[in-house]
Nanobody, 124 residues
Framework: QLTLVESGGGSVRPGGSLRLSCAGA????????VGWFRQAPGKEREAISC????????QYADSVKGRFTTARDSAGTTVTLQMNDLKLEDTAVYYC?????????????????WGKGTLVTVSS
């Protein structure tokens, strides 16, 4: 079982920014579609972004479109989620996950590996 590690969570006021990072502990991410997901207390897990392995095309949930940006570094080792204009409702545990593009093609519906999550708290 391979491991993903998220970092960069924390507390911020509404309107603030945070940047999350996701890295594979034993592998690089360049052949994987990488998604960011979040789960708020009492709510179901929500898929919020996906970056494709083939060409780094990105997709976003409507709830974060225009505020969040996901990107892969040139070495393929890290995928980031830049979160701007954070709102109270963005408070959640954020997870990254990776799915083999070879097996599944484009998209983040099928993920092979998950991180343990990092907490983002937006409060005034």
């Amino acid at each position: 079982q391979l491991t993903l590690v998220e970092s960069g969570g924390g507390s911020v006021r509404p309107g603030g920014s945070l940047r999350l990072s996701c890295a594979g502990a034993e592998f690089t991410l360049d052949y994987y579609n990488v998604g960011w997901f979040r789960q708020a207390p009492g709510k179901e897990r929500e898929a919020i972004s996906c970056i494709m392995a083939t060409d780094d095309t990105t997709q976003y949930a409507d709830s974060v479109k225009g505020r969040f940006t996901t990107a892969r570094d040139s070495a393929g080792t890290t995928v980031t989620l830049q979160m701007n204009d954070l709102k109270l409702e963005d408070t959640a545990v954020y997870y990254c996950a990776a799915g083999s593009a070879t097996h599944y093609g484009d998209g983040c519906d099928d993920m092979d590996f998950w991180g343990k999550g990092t907490l983002v708290t937006v409060s005034s």
